[in-house]
């Protein structure tokens, strides 16, 4: 079983890049549907959020139950655009938390998507590009790494990891994850695809325009980069920042850098 939450599609398409390797099935956190049989083992896979684990999957993980799920070993499969700190280690005192094996941990680094900061924003297209293309092939050695049963951490933490993850992931979660930042601009054309993509149900259509309804948000920024016309931001923080959705046959130009055409 494969245990999943993507904001931008970045570990859905780990999660199946490894499920066609492994044979496992798919389980995405978001449906809400009742756990099945977890099978010969479980492999957590999610994307790095500020050097530490999304919301939603540290629910999932304190919550979930299912059959089998405290019998058989538990692996984490995580994206992260450049480093991932300690999450690893996070991950695994959550695992152990519930009695169960915290067997392997691992990391691919996919293309960046954080925007609500000064200073951070998608990679260009060129740095995108390099990083999908390797993508495959470490799916591959780590899923074939799982079937074996290998045992170890092959994260890649980056520099100043402590300091990451246990000062500016806990400040992250505690002050930066709100949505009261969030509205949409005129540009909106009222779709409604943030509304209807919000993994958590935080947003919902009041006539013609999206509201960010106070439910916990998990930051994944899902609403802002499938926006078809770069109508939500972030306060300012997003103005003139790139979007990005994982390649699919929807979404077939995948990563994209565009220049600010919000009207405020």
């Known amino acids: 079983m494969i245990i999943f939450f993507s904001g931008t599609g970045n570990s859905k398409a780990l999660a199946k890049e490894l499920a066609s390797h492994t044979g496992d099935s798919l389980y995405d956190i978001s449906s809400k549907e009742q756990l099945p049989d977890t099978g010969r083992r479980v ?39 450049d480093d991932a700190g ?18 392997g941990a691992y990391t691919v680094i996919m293309p960046n998507t954080y925007t609500m900061m000064k200073g951070f924003d998608v990679d260009a297209e060129s740095v995108a590009s390099v990083k999908l293309a390797a993508f495959p092939a470490r799916a591959k050695e780590i899923a074939s790494k799982i079937v074996s049963g290998v045992r170890e951490t092959d994260v890649t933490r980056g520099r100043f990891a402590w300091f990451k993850s246990q000062i500016i992931y806990p400040g992250f979660m505690r002050w930066a994850v709100s949505t009261k930042p ?18 958590v ?35 300012h923080a997003t103005d003139g920042k790139g979007q990005y959705m994982f390649p699919t046959r929807e979404n077939p130009d995948g990563p994209t850098k565009t220049a600010d055409c919000r009207i405020h």
Request: one cysteine or more; aromatic letters at 10%; charged letters at 15%.
């Open 201 to 235: 149900g935080a947003i919902k259509m009041e006539g013609d325009h999206p509201v960010w309804n106070g439910r916990p948000c998990a930051m994944c920024e899902r609403c802002y980069h499938a926006c078809p016309v770069h109508a939500i931001a972030y306060g």
């Open 182 to 199: 969030f509205h949409a601009t005129t540009a909106c054309i009222s779709c409604g695809k943030c509304a209807g993509n919000c993994p």
């Open 43 to 81: 492999i957590w896979t999610f994307p790095i959020y500020s050097w530490g684990l999304p919301g939603p999957v540290v629910d999932a993980i304190r919550c979930l139950s299912g059959t089998g799920i405290d019998r058989v070993p538990h692996f984490m499969t995580a994206t992260c655009g």
């Open 86 to 103: 300690l999450a690893d280690r996070q991950w695994r005192r959550l695992i152990e938390s519930r009695g169960w094996d915290a067997a």
